[in-house]
């Protein structure tokens, strides 16, 4: 993510091998086993429900994991972009920061969205795919639609 988020002339190979960003903020390791959970539950239900045990409360209960667990994982995303771009002395900042581009960028937060459900999909036809090629792909597209919304100025205060 550093590499695509960061300017053309500060691009270089070293940055884009060693892409793996280590956040060091508050609260962040619970933010992401909660939405590891999320998304081991949803794929739970959705076993249940494949293996011939359907009813309306597990499909419902489907439904609702996968739709919080993408919203999360677009929020995480968006919280990676800006820990990457933007530079704040305190970790309260990087949150209020997402939180604001989640709900008032909504070019960037459905285009985390969509991207985030395309590579649920692609997990479940091309499992090769959607390990190793779209989480990368995802981090690009959502860096570089950052950059562009922050050359026209589209980015909230």
Known sequence: MAY??????????????NSDVHFDLINIRLLSAATTLLISLCWIA???????????????????????????????????ISTTVDKFSDDKQYYLRSVALFIRCPQLTLT?????IINAILLIK??????????????????????KLADHQLLPD
């Open 126 to 147: 091309q499992p090769v795919i959607g390990v190793l090629v779209m989480p990368g792909l995802i981090m690009a597209i959502s860096s570089n639609l950052y950059k």
């Open 46 to 80: 959705g076993l249940l429900i494949r293996m011939g045990s359907s009813n309306m409360v597990l499909s419902t209960a489907f439904w609702i994991l996968a739709i919080w667990s993408v919203l999360c994982l677009a929020f995480l995303t968006e919280l990676g």
């Open 112 to 116: 985390c969205v969509v991207l985030w």
């Open 4 to 17: 695509f988020a960061s300017p053309k002339e500060d691009q270089d190979l070293h940055q884009k091998v």
